[in-house]
């Protein structure tokens, strides 16, 4: 929630405390339904459902809509049967689905019993779709047309079916098995002449999707194509719903929210933080956490065999973080920067020379001034110790190669976790700082026994 | 661009080669304009212009919106003035404005001589707007309606100015100068008797912004509050124009790539990575390295200090590793679910105190079970080793209190950014890892101090 009015949130509280009922109704009715749902949600609990109650029919329901899910689940429990089935009747279909898939099984029981029949069924129907795809998100309230009515017969339809609907803005033109056949807006009916055809007027050439496809698809089309609402139908062509921009845009947030959790290795999770429980969050961070402290066995290893080189020169190991991280942050950087593309689909897998072009090229030269600078700090810095100029070359030269490693790892890797049909967000920073380590730390032994033979 | 239809550019590219130019018309015709820019993009320069042309004017100037902006400026300069004049004449104001910000000064100065006047009056008015403002991705195009009209008149009004407007599904009720009076939407206008009057039909409580507001703000609320259009307001509440969903989408795709890139330590970038030259990705990735490894001369620093130990146990040496990444892990996982809360507006720093309380006993959580599986590893690979355990003991205990102070930091460093008016993005993984490396460096040799005094 965002954008508050400041202070509406004390002075609906102070009204409720002094009982002045009708001020309530009167400011509520001005307010929007997000903001109300705001607002509730900061209230003590025993006065949300008789202000809700307070609210206007159509008001109430759309507050209900944007509510989180343990206030939407307290207010049904506080309903008599008739409120209830008044707040189902002025639910689109799509969101009285969200709201039984996110209810406990006794409180989903109430609601599907005060639904009306027609109302059960399309919830059953649409339960079917599986979770993340079209069919899971779109609603089926869509206002349908024939090709062969005037726009006088249309807005006749319109008026008489168009109340119910979630938008009129784009009707469709459907056949009698109600195959989709063109699409139509409210503006063309509205701009046309009362004899002409909607078969004249309509654009056949439509963008849709099947109930099955992908709802991160789904949301790309709707910014690839500029859409407004798309179109969802069946394996026959056959039109069974439509999916509306603001679920495309919640789509979105989700879609982001979960490529940003994976990339700092958390399991994605639908709840905002604050709702979700210590054990919850504990579970979705741990076992990554353990198989990344795990996989460092290996580095562990490289330094114990690498022990009677450290030991003679402290400079060496006091770079082994500055080197560790240096590496890590260059891969993340190209991991992000992939993994990004990759999801918004400027970048595919046929890319993969370019990115080892350009990245190569990059990392050379981000890996010569990281390298020179660094240099010259360890002379400065160490000049007082044995050995100072070859252990600060290793390093240097360690640290150069582990740019140029850690950018085409970090490249590479997310391109081909997808070709081979993994999420590319999981190959971001922890997986390549964890690969990059054990090869910048197998580098520096190497580079180490080549110029400081005497140590090894 | 995504979901194009397979091999459609090999089809067009032979079209084009046997010179089919009837074909090639016909079959574009039913293409989409974002497809259309697609294909011309992968093939060769020389057939962008002659296939542009065959465009029907309407989704000629579509495609030219939806095009790169390379192939829209190598386009401009193979236009005749006329041709320029043609599809500046189909432009959008919004697209027009954000053509003339893209392309060089020389083909400014030619746009802006084939403009008609009131169009190059109101380029200039809207590049007046701060980058990031309202206003600078508003369009001026809306329908404008008077109070006092009735439904017949307010259906004229559409018929004949709604033609070259984005948007007719949402009209603007304004007074005499200019005051944002109320909102209706075309819907509601046609489902209404002939004889009612707009100001009886409208919604007065219209969620509007200024000019000036963030377009980050205004893209939130586009999905907070479910829009579809939002009409934008000067300082005295006249409006001068709308945003649109469309436009907010690619504000909010714009804001999420920038958070990434910031996580990641890449100053951000608004052009797709392959259009982005070596030179720049290195510009944006280079302070934040130097910075970052400058910042290690820290954790080397505690290393020099802490030699003797060091080289007394290589058990502990070889430990670095496995502290650092963890801790960085653990880090990076609370700053960026943090981050993400933040930017969602789902959390702020009034709740500070409730997120230190749900990451403390995450952390202890975690930290625990992190230590008990380590020390167990530890004992079973080092058994041969002098010392192992007390050696085991120092590193699983410094590591559970690395994972506390971890996720604090992590949780800590963002709201505090944001509360200074920093972006809390940039407080992510690579920044929390340079911290925390740090203290579990001092925390290793505290404890290493404690439990094996011979050592130190």
């Known amino acids: 929630m965002s954008q508050i009015e400041t202070g509406l949130e004390l002075t609906i509280e102070k009204l409720w405390e002094n009982k002045k009922y009708n001020t309530l109704r009167d400011v ?76 406990p099984a006794n409180v989903v029981r109430r609601i599907l019993a005060q639904a009306d029949p027609e109302m059960r069924n399309s919830i059953n129907e649409l339960l079917k779709y599986p ?3 079209a069919g899971s998100i779109m609603t089926t309230e869509f206002v349908g047309l024939r090709a062969d009515m005037t726009v006088a017969e249309a807005l006749r339809e319109i008026r008489l079916t168009g109340t119910d609907k979630e938008t009129c803005n784009t009707c469709y033109i459907i056949d009698k098995d109600r195959t989709l056949m063109g699409a139509v807006s ?40 500029d859409l407004n609402v798309m179109p969802v139908v069946d394996g026959e062509n056959r039109m069974i719903g439509i999916v509306t921009v603001d679920d495309a845009i919640d789509v979105m947030e989700e879609e982001a929210t979960e490529d940003i959790s994976k990339m700092a290795a958390v399991t994605p999770n639908d709840k905002p933080y604050l709702k979700t429980g210590v054990l919850e969050i504990y579970k979705n961070r741990i076992p990554w956490l353990l198989l990344l402290m795990l996989s460092a066995t290996f580095t562990g290893m490289i330094i114990t065999g690498f022990e009677h080189t450290l030991s003679a020169s402290i400079i060496l190991t006091a770079a082994i973080p500055m080197l560790m991280d240096t590496g890590g ?40 001034t990281l390298a020179v600078f660094n240099f010259v700090k360890l002379l400065i810095q160490y000049s007082s110790f044995p050995n100072y100029v070859m252990a600060s070359a290793t390093i240097c030269i360690t640290l150069a ?43 520096f032994c190497t580079i180490a026994g080549m110029l400081m033979p005497g140590l090894v």
Chains 1, 2 share one sequence.
């Open 186 to 225: 409210l503006r063309t009916i509205v701009m046309a002449q009362d004899d002409q055809e909607m078969k004249d007027l309509m654009e056949d050439n439509v963008i849709s999707v099947t109930t099955m496809e992908d709802q991160e698809t789904v949301a790309r089309m709707f910014s690839t194509y």
């Open 329 to 368: 942050n260059c891969g993340s950087q190209a991991s992000v920067t992939v993994i990004r593309s990759l999801s918004l689909d400027e970048l595919h897998f046929s890319d993969i020379t370019k990115v080892w072009w350009k990245e190569s090229r990059v990392a050379v030269m981000c890996g010569i």
């Open 131 to 133: 979770e993340d795809s």
């Open 28 to 103: 509520m009715s001005t307010m929007q339904a997000a903001n109300i749902a705001y607002v509730l949600s900061v209230l003590p609990d025993n006065a949300i459902a008789p202000l809700f109650r307070l609210l206007p029919k159509e008001l109430a329901a759309d507050t209900f809509v944007e509510m989180e899910a343990d206030m939407q689940e307290k207010l049904i429990k506080s309903f008599s049967d008739t409120e209830l089935k008044n707040v189902l009747g002025e639910l689109y279909m799509d969101d009285a689905v969200d709201l039984v898939e996110e209810m």
């Open 401 to 443: 190669l582990t740019v140029v490693l850690a950018k085409l790892v970090g490249c590479t890797l997310p391109m081909v976790a997808q070709k081979l049909g993994f999420d590319p967000a999981v190959m971001a920073s922890p997986f390549i700082t964890t690969i990059v380590d054990a090869l910048s730390l197998l580098l």
